[in-house]
């Protein structure tokens, strides 16, 4: 990066052309997410063959602690690194290194704080989460030791999103995937071979995530942006505040995420279910479906930094362009994948099942009616994101909680006093539609307005 005459920055990010740019980042994003993935697939297949069908249904109590993860570092991150990448859009730099400087300080302490009152009622919160007495000291030895890694994990994955502004993403690439392969290879020791159980499970977690936190120091000893001098290790609480009201769609998406999470599981056992169908939940929400959730994040890795930045520089036609580009292809993508899944259904569920035929048949009755639309209803997520990244907090919040809120929860409450648990399986297609168009319309009245307002830019590039 360097700063022009007229005071902007001049970056990639403003003078690239946008499919090529859009998948670079897509790309080396899913090079560091990717395996990210695989060592989550690989976590499942691990716990279902190597602990059993008990250990996938401890998984599906467990998986609201992800999905608070991904919430913290999405809304620290994402909020951040935008407030960030629009004020080098707008040639302010020095303002850059202090949002950068004062959010990765503050992430910290507040997740440790977080952390240890959650430490200290544990039981409590598990119980609450769904957590049966059978499967309960299970969970407590994989949350125990998850917690103490977990401030370390929110920090590095809250670089990723600075570096990937920092036109650092071969770095996030990087950091992420080596860790994950390594994590993969350690997890299968820990449960195969030392038969650690969920322990060993939590300690590969946070090697997969938090070894990120490489790109701190890398960002500082590099020539980059958010390289710092000690005037500005303090916090700035106003650029917080900022920050987080622009991050902040992530996090209560990810809130409404559990929210549902933890319905879905006690509406499980309410309606007749058993572990066996916790287990077949655990299968297809957090591996199955986590598949295409991590494909979105890719496009919202890419769409952030551009659409931010461009905004910044008031770019308007290239803000269009990523919409477009993001949007009709990432869906395409999704979409693709989602299919693939469903041709190899008994394939992909039953590395999970380890086997156990019971299992494999009612997952694979469960997703025929939960996972249709999810590929239409994941459009929220990505449209979201880009709401988030350009400032428009109420869209960004619109749609980051259709899917699995807004639409989700009556749903929820409605139909399994007619279908029972089928009720709750078919909550979740419905809410996919709906959201989808609701998004939909948001994206087109947002793309129209975009081309209208090209005329306000002073160097138009078609």
Not at 30 to 44: K, T
Not at 130 to 139: H, N, Q, R, S, V
Not at 206 to 229: D, E, H, M, R, W
Request: hydrophobic share 55%.
């Amino acid at each position: 990066m360097e700063v022009k005459e007229n005071n902007v920055v001049e970056s990639e990010f403003l003078t690239k052309k946008m499919t090529s740019l859009f998948w670079k980042y897509c790309l080396y994003s899913l090079g560091g997410i990717g395996f990210q993935a695989v060592a989550c697939i690989g976590n499942g297949i691990f716990v279902g063959n190597g602990i059993g069908p008990l250990g996938l249904a401890s998984i599906s109590v467990i998986a609201p602690f992800w999905l608070i993860s991904v919430g913290l570092w999405g809304m620290f991150g994402l909020g951040g690194s935008s407030l960030a990448a629009i004020k080098l859009g707008n040639g302010d730099v020095e303002g850059a290194k202090k949002v950068y400087a004062s959010t990765m300080i503050f992430v910290f302490l507040f997740c440790v704080i977080v952390d240890a009152i959650v430490l200290l009622n544990l039981d409590a919160v598990l119980t609450f989460m769904g957590a049966t007495p059978e499967i309960l000291p299970m969970i407590r030895s994989y949350v125990f030791p998850w917690l103490f890694g977990h401030p370390f994990c929110i920090v590095a994955s809250v670089a990723t999103f600075f570096a990937f502004v920092a036109e650092r993403p071969r770095a996030v690439s990087f950091a992420l995937n080596i860790p994950a392969i390594v994590s993969i290879a350690l997890e299968y020791y820990f449960i195969f071979v030392m038969k650690t159980g969920l322990v060993g499970s939590a300690i590969t977690w946070v090697i997969a995530v938090g070894c990120a936190i490489i790109l701190v120091p890398y960002l500082q000893l590099t020539n980059s942006v958010f390289k710092l001098n000690a005037s500005h290790l303090k916090i700035n609480f106003s650029l917080v505040l900022e920050s987080c009201k622009i991050g902040f769609v992530l996090f209560i998406l990810q809130v409404a995420a559990i929210v549902s999470t933890i319905m879905i599981n006690n509406l499980i056992i309410s309606n007749g279910g058993t572990e066996l169908d916790l287990a077949s939940y655990a299968i297809l929400n957090a591996y199955v479906a986590y598949i295409l959730i991590v494909l979105t994040q890719c496009f919202t890795s890419a769409i952030q930094p551009i659409a931010s930045y461009n905004l910044g520089a008031g770019k308007y036609s290239r803000m269009a362009d990523v919409i477009k580009i993001g949007m009709v292809q990432g869906s395409l993508i999704v979409l693709a994948i989602l299919t693939f899944e469903f041709l190899m259904s008994d394939h992909i569920i039953g590395f999970f099942a380890g086997g156990f035929v019971p299992l494999v048949e009612a997952t694979k009755a469960t997703m025929m009616i939960m996972l249709p639309l999810f590929a239409f209803g994941n459009l929220a997520a990505i449209v979201s994101g880009y709401f988030a990244a350009t400032k428009n907090i109420k869209l960004a919040t619109l749609n980051g909680v259709t899917k699995s809120f807004v639409f989700l929860v009556p749903l929820l409450l409605i139909l399994p006093n007619f279908f029972g648990l089928k009720g709750v399986w078919l909550a979740m297609p419905g809410s996919d539609l709906l959201a989808f168009i609701v998004a939909l319309i948001c994206v087109v009245r947002e793309y129209k307005k975009l081309r209208s307002m090209q005329n306000m830019e002073s160097n138009l590039t078609i």
